[in-house]
């Protein structure tokens, strides 16, 4: 039988091998990577096939790496590093006000604010073009995973450029008739709508624990848009952000803002793209229309139901 020879990696495989490191499963690298399971499954057999040599052990927990795929997530950090310090440099030298931009946000402004913003900008600059990322998890401005990053954060990354819009506030909300319905109802009584995860945001200022919270939430989604909905529809009290909250007129505030969930609404880029002219000029427009509405965002629109 004829022998067959290990070949060495190529630059394709490094992102398939960092990918499945930094996830620790195949469904999580297939996200990272924009390719399907079945994708990522093939392309990592294929290069332990290839190289002779064992990345990852399969287990109940996840892809494990090995010794080998350790050393190989070290390299390929330090190449991706190189590569990204390479391409803000070539950005950084953009003098023209045209071409993409990659722009992260939460996803409800995503779906009800960004379209109008970005519409009118690229009225002005017909010239760009925008990739809209929803999402509550902050994407890496280093890795250029977004140029601009729309963020309500406590305090922004010590590695990005940006400029404070205002306050961003949260508060609680329901439908009149369920807030009518419950009004004689101590507030740990009443049923909830969260956004998945955000149960220990009320403890210990709604609920003493997370137990205590988990008997009072009846529904829970990942996408905000949803609980906000079901809200409206009369399920139970809806714990948002105010600019989603204090725009929808089938709600009403239940609280005041809650004050130990403040943060601050930004608008950032990393600093070696703040001199990029179509970044640059994307963030200048974002700031004034951002500040134009920052009673919104800031929570001075509604007050709460008597």
Request: include cysteine; glycine fraction near 6%.
């Amino acid at each position: 039988m004829p022998t067959t020879t290990a070949q060495g990696l190529e630059w394709s495989d490094l992102s398939v091998i960092l990918a499945i490191c930094r996830a620790e499963s195949l469904y999580g690298a297939a996200r990272i990577l924009g390719q399907t399971h079945s994708t990522v499954f093939r392309k990592i057999t294929s290069i332990e096939e290839k190289t002779g040599v064992r990345f990852f052990d399969r287990t109940r927990r996840g892809y494990v790496m090995t010794d080998a795929g350790r050393t190989a997530m070290e390299y390929a950090e330090r190449v991706e590093s190189e590569f990204h310090a390479l391409s803000l440099e070539v950005l950084g030298q953009d003098k023209e006000l045209r071409g993409r931009i990659r722009v992260t946000s939460p996803e409800a402004f995503a779906e009800e604010h960004a379209p109008g913003i970005i519409s009118r900008f690229c009225a002005r600059y017909p010239e760009t073009q925008i990739d809209l990322i929803p999402g509550h998890g902050a994407m890496d401005l280093n890795r250029r995973e977004a140029e601009v990053a729309i963020r309500a954060t406590k305090s922004p990354p010590e590695t990005s450029f940006g400029k404070r819009v205002c306050d961003f506030r949260f508060a609680l909300y329901a439908s009149p008739a369920y807030l009518a319905k419950t009004n004689e109802l101590p507030l740990t009584e009443r049923k909830f709508c969260l956004i998945d995860g955000t149960i220990g945001w009320l403890v210990p200022h709604i609920w003493k624990s997370k137990e205590e919270g988990e008997r009072s939430v009846v529904f829970q989604c990942r996408a905000s848009r949803a609980v906000q909905n079901a809200s409206a529809e009369g399920i139970g009290i809806a714990f948002l952000p105010c600019y989603v909250g204090d725009a929808d007129d089938r709600l009403e505030r239940a609280s005041e803002t809650l004050d130990h969930l403040d943060m601050e609404f930004w608008v950032l880029t990393h600093p070696d793209l703040k001199n990029t002219a179509r970044v640059r000029a994307f963030m200048t427009h974002l700031y004034g229309e951002l500040t134009a509405q920052a009673d919104l965002f800031s929570g001075m629109r509604k007050t709460p139901r008597p």
